[in-house]
Structure formats: structure tokens, C-alpha cells
């Protein structure tokens, strides 16, 4: 780690090779690796998805990588941080390992190991903060016993985990709208001082995220597979949990909710209950814009990261009033 060989005056030179490091190597390591990569056997219930048949898919196992050793190496050594990495990485290589499967993994069988990633999360979490939260509109802070706000903590980590995940099928619409949701939870911890040097940790993660984008702007190169939407996921609700406003969740992350999240409740009411919802809208919603609404690729990750951007600067001006 840099911190150790060069002293703390440079930090702020140190951060700044950071960042460009981090993108660089992004950038550099998939035009170099992304060839290498398991190639996606399109689609048939995704509208255009078979036009993604053939193309590198699982590009979230490159640009984690490069997350990971950017943190090692230009942040202070934090065995918080280092646990969550190895979380990141646990989540990442199960999305891989079925970016690569011949056959996709069962639904059962990701939810079993979302489910042991997020009760890791949730006990490293606990283990290194106090059992509560503050309600970020009403300035008040809540104690809650551990267990409580253990399963409230498994809740957060697998719904940011899936709804991540199920939000990916459109170049660039993921990312982008991670990225927006990112800033924003960084802008809460600047502001409210909350999370010390996990800020930076924010920043390197978005710039890699960046650095995938180059590629996967419409027309994409190459795309992130469950290997990157899954950790995306992971990543926000760490980050999340770190501002010790959970509930902001919802807010900062609407769009990636409503997209992702709305097709896990209508499959899970069906499965389960026998419960039909939302019947005359098809899901993900970005499934539906297209095809009822006709909106391009670009049109549906535009728009949709306009509205998360209004919303996102709404959560910020209020915390300020």
C-alpha cells in the first residue's frame, strides 16, 4: 500500500493517482482481457436480446479486480474494508461462474448465496458499528437489538444484490444509473462526514465502473454479466449502510428498484401466491419503454438516469434544510 511507503502529506496526491490509475487500468485491462471472456448465448424473452449473442459477457470479474487491488494499494489499510472486499469478490465470482456456466445457475441457487453473502455483511457490519440508524428526514436515530438490525441489514444487502442484477439488460442502463446512485451516497458522506476513507473507496469504484462503460456504451463491446451487476449491488448497499442512513436506500436507488425490483415482486406473487400483478406491463421496466413505448437504448438510459438525477438532488437539498 502506497499510505505505508509515502507520508500522509501526499495523500491527496496519492488519491489523485488513484482515481487515474483505477480508470486506466479498467480501460487497459478489458481491451487487453475482455476477448478472453465467455461469450453471452443471447436472450429470447429480452427484447433485442439476442443481438447480445456472442458478445464478452461476466466483464465485472476485470473491473472488480482492478476495484480491489486499487484499494489495496492507494488506501489506508482498514480490516473492515478488507472484509467487505472479500465479500465483493465472493459475490463477484458466483455471478461469474455463472456468467461462464454452460447452463445459467437456478434462481435457488444464486438466492442461497446472496443469502450467505448478505449475513457475512451484515455480522462484518455490526461487528464494527453500533446496531442502529438515523432517519435521515427527521433527524432522529434509532437503537435497534443486533438481531434486528441483522436481518434488517440481510434485507438491504440481498434487494441491492438482485434488483441490481435484474436492471441489467441494456447497455449502459446499469452502470449508469449505479454510478448516479453512487455519487449520490457519496455526496450524503461528504456531507455529513460519515464514513471517513470509505468515501474514496466510492470514487474507485465508480471510476471503474466508468472505465467498463467505455465499452458498453450502445453499441456495447462487451457487457458486465451477473459477475459486475451482482457486486454493483453488493457495493451500494455497503455503501449505503455506511452513511447510517439505510431507509436513503429507496430514494438514492428508485430507478434501480423499480426496474429490477418490480419483476422479482410480480414473479414471487405468482410463484408463491398464485397472485397476478402488474399484468399489462412487461418487466424489467426497461423491457417495457421499449416495446410498448418504443424508446431506443439510448432514450431508456437517458431517461431513466434523468430521473434518478432529479431525485437524487431532491435527497440532497433536503438533507441540507
Known sequence: MLYWLISENYASLISFIGVMCAFIATVAALAKLGPLLPKDHGRDYAVEGK????????????????FVVSVLLFTPFESENVIYLILLVICMMTGYLDDAAKAPW???????????????????YLHFHPSGFELAFAGLSVSLPP???AMGIVVLAWVSVNVTNCSDGVDGLSGTLAIITLMTIYSIERMKDKAGDFSFLILLFT????????????PSKLMMGDAGSRAMGLFIC???????????????ALMLILDGGLGLVKVALLRFFKIHFLTNIRLPL???????FGWSNTQTVYRFAIIQIILSMAVLFALQV
Do not use: Q, S
Open 51 to 66: 443481438k447480445a449473442a456472442g458478445k464478452p459477457r461476466g466483464a465485472g470479474i476485470i473491473f472488480i479486480w482492478v
Open 106 to 124: 437456478g434462481e435457488y441457487r444464486k438466492g442461497f448465496l446472496d443469502l450467505c453473502v448478505a449475513i457475512l455483511v451484515a455480522l462484518t
Open 147 to 149: 438481531v434486528v438490525m
Open 207 to 218: 471510476v471503474c465502473i466508468l472505465g467498463y462503460l467505455w465499452y458498453n456504451a450502445t
Open 238 to 252: 455497503i455503501a449505503i449502510l455506511k452513511t447510517g442512513y439505510p431507509f436513503l436506500y429507496i430514494p438514492v
Open 286 to 292: 426497461h423491457d417495457h419503454v421499449r416495446k410498448k
